[in-house]
């Protein structure tokens, strides 16, 4: 925690404080998370410079659940990884031969409330910037911003590029001002940045560097109930991503999530 910039105060709290008890919430979630799964769909739009739709859109539907082992009995803290299950492409059963697209969401990524764990908190600096109202809660607004930018990294399969550039982001979370769920997490580049593309991918006459000019993302949660026993919990309900790259292709990506059912210990599952 010793890297966090404390320069404002939350209401009744310090921002430490504060950023504690989100963890603990955040903590809690991965513990129910990972006994319930769902319905993850997925619209992959590729965009023109004028951000209207190029073409069709890549339609994609999985079964989707969260991994988070807190029990590990390595050194390391665990981490919280969203795994995903191909059911269909465009509307037909997926078969096994289908390969993941270029900017299909990957399984096995970091979950995003992740960032509020102790041990990734000091990567980012966190200032409490006030008491606003989503939807029918009142909410507390905490903004972050990445400390160090790391290397830009590329990882190419085939045409397929996958671009690292970690250290880059900032971004405002939403916190339920009484029980310190996040409510909603809205992330953005610091700044542009510049991707040199290697030599074997240029291409005849493809240009030789990409520049990321945006990257934006929007996550908003959601009440789902359970029932026998009866549960409420805080639950992703949409992520909107958008980003434009000069040199190549933009595009839009818009994710949505239902069918919530949760896995009892006796095996019974309970929508």
């Known amino acids: ?8 105060q939350a209401p009744g709290n310090s921002l430490m404080e504060m950023l504690g008890h989100v963890a603990n919430r955040v903590r809690d979630y991965y513990s129910r998370a ?3 799964v769902c319905v993850e769909k997925v619209s992959v739009q590729p965009l023109r410079r004028d951000l209207m739709p190029e073409g069709f859109a890549r339609n994609l539907e999985y079964e989707l659940r969260v991994e988070w082992d807190a029990s590990t009995d390595t050194d390391q803290p665990p981490e919280a990884k969203v795994l995903r299950e191909l059911r269909k492409v465009n509307g037909r059963a997926a078969r096994p031969k289908d390969e993941p697209g270029c900017l299909d969401p990957k399984s096995g990524s970091l979950e995003p409330l992740a960032i ?11 200032a409490w910037t006030g008491v606003s109202k989503l939807k029918d809660r009142r909410a507390m607004t ?6 160090t930018p790391g290397a830009i990294e590329g990882k190419w399969k085939g045409d397929c590029v996958s671009i690292d550039a970690p250290g880059r982001t900032k971004g405002r979370i939403w916190v339920d001002e009484v029980t310190n769920d996040v409510l909603r997490l809205d992330e953005q580049l610091t700044s ?4 040199r593309v290697p030599r074997e ?3 005849f006459s493809g240009p030789q560097t990409w520049v990321i000019e945006r990257a934006d993302s929007s996550i908003r949660y959601r009440p789902v109930a359970f029932h026998d026993p009866e549960e409420t919990v805080l639950l992703p309900e949409s992520i909107e991503s958008l980003a434009i790259v000069r040199g190549a292709q933009s595009y839009r990506i818009s994710q949505t999530f239902s069918n919530y059912k949760r896995f009892m210990t006796a095996g019974r599952v309970v929508k």
């Open 1 to 8: 925690m010793a890297g966090i910039g404390a320069t404002a």
């Open 34 to 36: 990972q006994s319930i």
């Open 116 to 126: 509020l764990l102790p041990h990734h908190r000091s990567e980012y600096t966190f």
């Open 142 to 147: 905490l903004d972050y911003k990445s400390r």
């Open 192 to 195: 542009q940045f510049e991707y």
């Open 201 to 203: 991918h240029w291409g």
